[in-house]
């Protein structure tokens, strides 16, 4: 059994010249597909020296082929997409193409492709042995529908890699955990009545936030009733209120389920400091779940797979998946931030506020805090009453 972390090159994904064409069409600077934050994030880990050790293995990206693609997406979008990355076409709405987080860019069909190679390898590569985990950075495009974009997300990687895994190993389960800050709506959908593959979605849910869907009612249908699962937070959740939800809510249901591979879409936009989304997490959160999901994978003999998600505050997400990343990989962090980082976010006018791997303490105020607490305990003890039973679990 191999001892090493895959982490997926990113070179031919970074030479693709298409975000450069898309940051000359666009006035405003999209908040996922931008140079900046793919640079940002991914030299932090090679600053720090993390990408040198030898329990990392670097593996480079790949385009998926269109067989993969269609393991989730219609033909027809599939093509679209491909047409649109060259030169546009008239069915634009129709596929939710051409918006404001979906936009139509040179290379695009490539970008979102890689994203689904990579997801593909890290998957299989995990599940052959050839390695003990793995993590693709800027995966996790969990809101793409099988002939729809969304969100940033054109093809959704996760669920093609976890169709894939499922069609070579029919008998083993996986567990989808989703904590980005958004509902993993894309993600849902494609296992709604898949008893196999239980998704757990923790995320804002407020008015007008996107995508408005994942209430805890949203529990799967048919043979797959009890394995959706949806954990639904005010915004203003702290540390403290989210771990009450990680302890009470997911951690006994994924005992209960018991999977062979888990699949983990980090998503660094719960962060206090991300300027799409309102939870208040610190860095000592995303630590913490770490370390948990890695020790549950590691008791139950399990494997894992991780994807970065969303986060767009660059710094605090390069931060947060490094942070992951030596922690899958059992790679020690150095103890504060390398000068030749600092000085690449400063170049790109980013702001550091610390010199290592923490934020200063968040605790909401005593009286927002009480009805936050209300509300993540009504969402607790909704999960608890309505799928607990399902799954033999006392309360
Ligand atoms: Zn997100």
Redesign the pocket.
Known sequence: MSKKTALFDPKKFLNLYGLDELERLRLERNPFWNRIRFETTWQLPVMAEITDHSNIELVPMRLATREELGLFHDPSYIETIELFGNQGTAFASRFGLDTESCPVFPQMDQYSNYLVGSAIDAVMGVASGKYRNAFSFFGGLHHALESKAG?FCYYNDCVIAIKKYREEYPNKRVLYLDT???HGDGTQHAFYDDPNVMTISVHELSMGFYPGTGRVEEIGSGDGEGYNVNIPLPPLTDDHEYWRVFEDAIVPLWLAFTPDFVFWDV?A?AHMLDPL?DLMLTNDTYNRMSKTVRQLVELSDGKLAVVG??GYNPVSTAKIWTMVLADIAKVPLPSTLPAEWIRLCQDFDLEIKRGGWTDRPFRTEEETFVNIRRAVTDSVSNVQNLLFPIHGIEK
């Open positions: 969100g980005d800050v958004h998503g936009d989304a998600g969303g």
